[in-house]
């Protein structure tokens, strides 16, 4: 029976996330009255305007008139006053020596009075009595179309005898996201996502649907409409008071809520955000004199699907930035910007001063093209102003090079967080417990207690960043400190060691149970909601989720057994892989409900399996293979296997494209792959590009719960491993790779300078500040350890461009240095070949079109490595097969001995 999208849904009491009964008998619903309405078609839409308020009750591509962009089926419940549409507005003004005032036409409304509609207009009204009494502005609103698209505008006249500042202008953006009530299968073909492109008059929303089939709506500028701001609307019960923009939906795990388009937005700044961190853009104000007036509004277009978005504003005349390899640009890197318009660049300047340097190098097929050089750290953007008045602007994030951020993290997790308290009650020492960077000392203890407990992904996630950061970089003393966290805190402790339940792994190991722990809890805190299990609760194996943050301890350690000699000394190689099978099976023993769905980190469990049949494991790999394929199999048979304890969630996609690609499901892969797309766009601004839709799980890991949208929270780089799998697989789509890369970087805006990783960055603007808890941080951190590589591609509009490293050319030769955080994985893509590294790293590579020559230079041995274990393989039908000159092949690898000086390897096609 398919299953509604209204469970689990949270709601803040007492500073503190409750649950809501997942069947609770639910009210009848009241009766509506229908709602009149008035059809246009327009281009390739049609629209339903509302002939009371003149606002939208439906968008519809006419090719697929059952779908629609705009809840439209839930108009007549939304039909009252405080439930917003596209085409209301709000403002908030201030006349001279006065106080900012706030007018918001959904908020009380009343009659409008129609206006003439001929030629192009489809309706007009005087809406200025909705906007609230004392309003010194008129407020005109057309419906127009321009150049075969809709168009909605707005005249705003100051009627009065002052000057009138506007320091808000806002208009609703409701589109419809909201899932409650519909199964999966419904949500992906009837709901869409938002994402704003906030880049002044360059500015966009995207709004794609959950499937991530096309077509796509694009919300566009019209006039001088920039989208200054993307501010959310507040919930009318929590609204600041006195202000008058409010929406009566209610956010909540299956509705994001709606935002602003925002103009101008220097009354936000003057007030609510006035302790916020730095803005997309600068806040601005409009002033308007005695009897002048201001046009503003917005343009809808249609893009055939979401690889098209960029064609088609490019097609509507609207300034196009690509960053490559995205925005997060290491100060060792240099990136390149490519911008299309119909103006010429008449100046790029860099907030702060000096933070990027442009510099405009040769063009390429009609894109201008500049490199980017960073200097610094932190967020930065650089403001593109064009002959024609235009300003873009694109946001940009400078970190460390990546080397340096792998350093900072490993030293940061073993050190400030390494907890080493013996007389812990909870046997939690030695451990890496989650930390409170604002406060300035780890959490050992939380109301949600797995925050404190290593397990879950709020309290997993800094130990599994500890681990993931010696996959590639292993560093001997990090590597002692967590060989003593597995053997005398994971297994034993949060893992069961022997017996019926060998494997199986904890909810928690703190919890709260003030008669077996007294005066152990901080009275101050709130510990009287579901969030504070009980020592039986917490001892709970049945959820699967944390299963794998477990293996990934034990697969690490063998990966670094295996391959370093020397470097593991608690326990042999074999004895990490029995351990990380073992989790497995336990896995399916133990919490086989939740493993109907993908788990974050379930990569893993394929390079498990591949590991087991190279050790030449083969009853182990027989069964593990078996037990995945039943997964597998039952993902097969559904339409959008991605369910999740969520209604809704991107977090299972990447487990499932692994598994459909593992097993031959291609099909399946793809559409998982297009879903993923659906939710995860390419965006000129290091927040957004590659950014996997998360919006809860403050609630769960974050120092400040609220429902919000999250800024590479650890979605992101889990959802970039499978679209770096599908890219390789074609190389033609370059956009599979640009999302990935984005995604994969934005895991690393998470770190700050002294290796603290955040659980993700508060987007809303009051706010705009990465949270202080680490949380579940280390799920994206596995994503970026996991998929980091470089990859040298022959774009057919750009030319030759590496995605995380320096590349230069020469006559018969493409060369690249790999910048990568882990210098161990290259992808070659006009070849389509795969080149990686489990022990050994490259410091540079060299590809000759010509004959297909790869040449690869190797660092030199350390003690821990001395040789390189080197893997190719060919990803694309028609790539070639590669030989190298001299190789011993050892389990599937290429096992080259290093010197004290680099190694060079020649691979030839044959």
Do not use: C
Not at 369 to 392: C, F, H, K, M
Not at 826 to 850: D, M, N, Q, R
Not at 869 to 889: D, M, Q
């Amino acid at each position: 029976m398919p299953r509604l999208l209204n469970v689990s849904l949270l709601a803040l009491a007492a500073s503190m996330p409750v649950t809501v009964g997942a069947q609770e008998a639910q009210p009848a619903k009241p009766v509506y009255r229908p709602i009149a309405t008035t059809a246009f078609r327009v281009g390739s839409f049609q629209l339903l305007l509302r002939t009371d308020t003149q606002t939208l009750a439906g968008l519809s591509p006419l090719a697929e008139p059952g779908f629609d962009f705009v809840p439209g089926k839930r108009e007549p419940e939304r039909q009252g006053d405080g439930y917003n549409h596209v085409g209301d507005i709000d403002v908030r003004l201030r006349t001279p020596g006065g106080e900012w005032r706030d007018f918001a036409s959904a908020h009380q409304r009343k009659a409008i009075t129609p206006l003439p509609a001929r030629g192009v207009t489809l309706a007009a009204a005087d809406i200025t009595a909705s906007m609230g009494d004392g309003i010194p502005l008129r407020v005109e609103r057309r419906w127009v179309t321009v150049g075969g698209a809709p168009v909605l505008r707005f005249t705003l006249i100051n009627t009065s005898q002052t000057p009138v500042e506007i320091g808000v202008l806002g208009l609703p953006m409701v589109f419809d996201n909201i899932i409650d009530d519909r199964t999966l299968e419904q949500a992906h073909a009837e709901a869409s996502f938002v994402d704003p492109y906030i880049g002044r008059d360059a500015g966009y929303l995207q709004v794609t649907r959950l499937s991530g089939k096309g077509p796509a709506l694009l919300v566009l500028p019209e006039g001088h409409s920039p989208l200054e701001a993307y501010v959310p609307l507040p919930q009318d019960r929590a609204a600041p008071k006195g202000t008058t923009f409010t929406e009566k939906s209610q956010r909540s795990q299956t509705s994001e809520g709606f935002y602003d388009w925002t103009i101008a937005s220097k009354g936000y700044a003057d007030k609510e955000w006035s302790k916020a961190g730095p803005q997309w853009n600068a806040p601005t104000s409009i002033t308007l004199a005695p009897g002048a007036r201001r046009e503003v509004g917005v343009r809808f277009v249609q893009s055939p699907d979401i690889r098209g978005i960029e064609t088609t504003l490019a097609a509507q005349h609207r300034p196009v930035a690509v960053g490559i390899p995205g925005y997060v640009v290491p100060t060792d890197l240099t990136a390149s910007l490519f911008l299309k318009y119909d103006s010429k660049v008449a100046k790029v300047e860099s907030f702060p001063a000096g933070a990027l340097i442009a510099t405009p190098t040769v063009a390429a097929k009609g894109w201008a093209r500049y490199d980017v050089q960073a200097r610094g750290w932190g967020p930065a953007r650089l403001s593109i102003t064009y002959a024609d008045g235009t300003v873009q602007t694109v946001s940009y994030d400078i970190t460390k090079p990546l080397d340096q951020v792998m350093a900072d993290i490993g030293r940061f997790t073993t050190t400030r967080q390494w907890y080493d308290d013996k007389s812990d009650p909870f046997h939690r020492a030695p451990a890496i417990l989650s930390y409170d960077k604002e406060a300035g000392k780890i959490l050992t203890q939380e109301p949600r207690v797995w925050i404190s407990g290593m397990s879950d992904e709020g309290g997993a996630g800094s130990w599994v960043a500890a681990m993931m950061k010696q996959l590639d970089n292993p560093d001997a003393t990090e590597v002692g400190k967590l060989e003593a966290l597995i053997d005398e805190t994971v297994v034993g402790t949060l893992q069961i060691a022997s017996g019926d339940h060998a494997g199986a792994v904890k909810k928690s190991i703190f919890y709260y149970d003030p008669k077996e722990h007294p005066g152990y809890y901080d009275p101050t805190e709130n510990w009287r909601n579901w969030t504070s299990w009980s020592h039986k609760d917490a001892d709970d194996l049945g959820r699967a989720y944390n299963y794998p943050h477990v293996a990934i301890g034990h697969w690490v350690l063998y990966r670094l057994a295996r391959n370093h000699p020397g470097l593991v000394t608690a326990h042999d190689w074999k004895w990490y892989l029995d351990h990380a099978y073992g989790t497995v099976t336990a896995m399916m023993r133990d919490a086989p409900y939740y493993t109907q769905f993908g788990l974050m980190e379930g990569d893993v469990f394929v390079d498990i399996l591949k590991d087991l049949k190279r050790e030449g494991m083969t009853a182990e790999a027989t069964n593990m293979e078996a037990l995945m394929k039943g997964r597998a199999d039952h993902w097969k048979t559904l339409q959008y296997p991605f369910g999740s304890e969520m209604a809704w969630d991107s977090t299972g996609q990447p487990e499932v494209y692994a598994w459909m690609r593992y097993f031959g499901y291609q099909p399946q892969a793809d559409t998982t792959r297009e879903a993923i797309l659906g939710y995860d766009p390419t965006i000129p601004s290091w927040g957004y590009n590659g950014n996997a839709r998360r919006y809860w799980d403050f609630l769960y890991g974050g120092k400040y719960p609220r429902i919000e949208r999250q800024i590479h929270h650890y979605g992101s780089a889990l959802n970039a491993v499978p679209l770096f799998d599908a890219y390789r697989a074609n190389p033609a789509d370059t956009h599979l790779l640009r999302v990935a890369y984005g995604g994969m970087m934005g895991g690393i805006t998470n770190i700050d300078r002294d290796g603290f990783g955040s659980a993700a960055f508060h987007s809303w603007p009051d706010r705009m500040a990465w949270d202080p808890y680490t949380g579940d941080y280390g799920m994206g951190f596995f994503g970026h350890a996991y998929a980091a590589a470089t990859y040298l591609v022959e774009d057919p509009t750009f030319g030759w461009l590496a995605y995380g490293g320096n590349l230069t050319k020469a006559a018969d030769s493409v060369s690249v240095v790999p910048k990568d955080g882990a210098r161990a994985r290259l992808f070659v893509a006009p070849a389509g070949t795969w080149i990686t590294l489990e022990a050994g790293k490259i410091a540079s590579a060299a590809y000759a079109p010509a004959t297909g020559r790869i040449t690869l230079t190797l660092d030199p041995a350390t003690a821990t490595t001395p040789a390189a274990r080197l893997f190719i393989e060919t990803t694309t039908k028609t790539g070639p097969r590669y030989s190298a000159a001299t190789e011993t092949v050892e389990r599937g690898a290429r096992t080259i001995p290093l010197s004290s000086r680099t190694t060079t390897i020649v691979l030839t096609p044959r």
